[in-house]
């Protein structure tokens, strides 16, 4: 099934064909064997996206002059990387989540769920004021079981918040958008402008060595992208604002490897230092809704026409296109929407681990790889879409695992088995551990250069 789902990913962003394929190892994934409880095949399609941003850093290898190389993942390592955050450490400890959280599901009056999501600040607060109720998790449940549960998710989203109302998947796939989510590709790679050929950096031991790439992402699907293209040698410059809250330990999992700034795009001197950036720059990482950077002159089309022969890429939760595409959304909450969160009895809850997210990153990153590549052979302006729902869509096609098999998996991967998977680097923070690139490539090994750093700890230049 990997393989299979391999030549798809390499089908539709046209490179390689067979003969990148034959290069590629899959040791144990094709053999269903779940290593989390979840009903949903996801180390298949995981292990699929991994390799095929693998391929797209071996094509890019051969681009430089070097030479072809084997590109292996196996079953654990797959698992494992659709589960990073879960098995980071700093100093030995889990790092702590800030306490008083008041996210998670509560009763609408149909009987229903609704999963409100209220880690930032601002989400939070949107959607206590269409309740009216404070930051108490019995009271939020006193007020949203007054709510007919269509109506709340509707009122909480034009009230500028985020929540998911809990659908099963004939209910999800009932829905005007899901028609139109599902007519969308996996994966869009366009070009958007015009530029001349433009060859990888000279020099350097890995395929992105040299490639500059700016991150205006959070979370986990988008820093994920950008930590893979870090882990193939980019050089990432994540890009935030001193007064936003901070993703917690997701952004410390995610900044391995990264330089990490503070930049105000209110401030006309800072927001002429982001715009030297971008023209010095090849690729441009974003995660905000479709059209929602444009009043910033960050569009794609405006910063292929400042940069032509930039890379842009973008993450939705919805996807471009169809009724829900200006609506906000993490993984938690797609995963309400479209029935992954969904039991049999009707109750809610989540995956143990937010497949949606990784995958995306794997495949936003393999889309920016192959967008180079195509730069580097036949030039112009590239354009990178991957969307939360959609890739959902894809981990649903393939299939479901048996019900006693997956009840039956562990709880997690064995301890020998993570030994094996883990790395440490002492960073500004304290000694982080956590999981080794899950990708080997067998010329250039997949390595991060820079340990991860707290936010706005370096200055907003290249390196």
Known sequence: MPQTASSSLLNLAGIGGQPLLDLLDLADVSEIRPYFRTRYNIVPAGAAAIAAAGLAAADL??????????????????????????????????????PGSVTGFYPVRDGGWIYLHCEFPNLRDANLAVLGAPADKEKIANATSGWDGKELEDAIYAGGGMCGLLRDERQWNALPHTAVLSALPLLEITRIGDASAEPLPDGGAQPLSGVRVLDFTRVIAGPMCTRTLAEHGADVLQISRADLPDSGPASLDTAIGKLRAFLDLREPGQAATLRGLIETSDVFVQSYRPGALAARGLSPEQLAARRPGIVYVTLSAWGHEGPWRQRRGYDTVVQSVNGF???????????????????????????????????????????????????????????????????????????????????????????????????????????????????????????
Not at 62 to 91: F, K, M, N, P
């Open 61 to 98: 290898w051969t681009l430089r002059g070097g030479e072809r190389q084997r590109v292996g993942i196996d079953a654990a390592a797959a698992a494992a990387a659709l589960h990073s955050l879960h098995y980071l450490r700093l100093d030995g400890e889990i790092p702590a989540n800030p």
């Open 341 to 463: 969160a969904y039991q049999d009895d009707g109750t809610p809850a989540l995956m143990p681990v937010a497949a949606q997210d990784y995958i995306s990153g794997y495949l936003m990153a393999y889309g920016a790889m192959v967008a180079l590549g195509r730069r580097a052979r036949e030039g112009g302006s590239w354009l990178v879409r991957v969307a939360l729902a959609r890739t959902g869509q894809y981990i649903r096609q393939h299939g479901l695992v048996d019900a006693e098999v997956y009840r039956s998996a562990p709880a997690d991967l064995s301890a020998p088995v993570l030994a094996g998977l883990m790395t440490e680097h002492h960073s500004p923070l304290g000694l982080l551990t956590h999981l080794c690139p899950a990708v080997e490539l067998s010329a250039t090994p997949a390595r991060w250069a820079r340990p991860a750093v707290p936010r706005g700890f370096n200055p907003a230049r290249w390196p």
